[in-house]
């Protein structure tokens, strides 16, 4: 008999909701929330539900993105039912709808990530519990200018400035 795909995988209900939460919340896709977070992203963008499974899941492999949005459906239906998440058209109306963090998704994954913050390597934007410390020279930095505990980051100085 042949493994399955996904196979041996696991994610928590709490992991998966991290995870859309934050997603939905760094995007953009979050419902009256631009004044409590900052003011960078295009707030009320919406996101569909095979987006959401792909976020939740991202080490799984689908198919088909139906198959994402089915395996996050139950997941879904609980941040629905405890108002962190909301089923909307979104800013621009009409016949598009998506998927929005409410401002109780929001707190709740501040609660949990911290407030935005700027990564003053390369000025992405963070959370702060994310935010991970240069071994060489004690700065902050993020995740997308991580190369790893060996290479010297950005904020480093460099032989120009000794």
């Not at 995007?27 to 929330?33: F, I, K, P, V």
Request: proline fraction near 3%; include cysteine.
């Amino acid at each position: 008999m042949s493994e399955g795909r996904n196979e041996g995988k696991y994610t928590s209900d709490e992991q998966a909701r991290d995870r859309i939460l934050r997603m939905l919340v760094l995007s953009g896709c979050a419902r009256y929330a631009k004044a409590r977070i900052d003011e960078y992203a295009k707030w009320g963008d919406i996101t569909n539900a095979s987006s959401l499974g792909f976020t939740a899941f991202p080490d799984n492999k689908f198919k088909m993105p139906q198959g994402a949005a089915f395996a996050v459906a139950k997941i879904k239906y609980r941040m629905e039912k405890d108002g962190l998440l909301i089923l909307t058209s979104g800013r621009y109306g009409g016949d598009s709808c998506g998927y929005q963090a409410t401002n109780k998704g929001v707190e709740w994954i501040i609660s949990r990530l911290g407030k935005f913050t700027e990564c003053p390597s390369c000025g992405h934007r963070v959370f702060e519990k994310e935010q991970l410390t240069c071994p060489h020279c004690e700065n902050y930095k993020c995740e997308k200018c991580d190369m790893g505990d060996d290479v010297e980051c950005a904020s480093c100085p460099t032989e120009d400035d000794i």
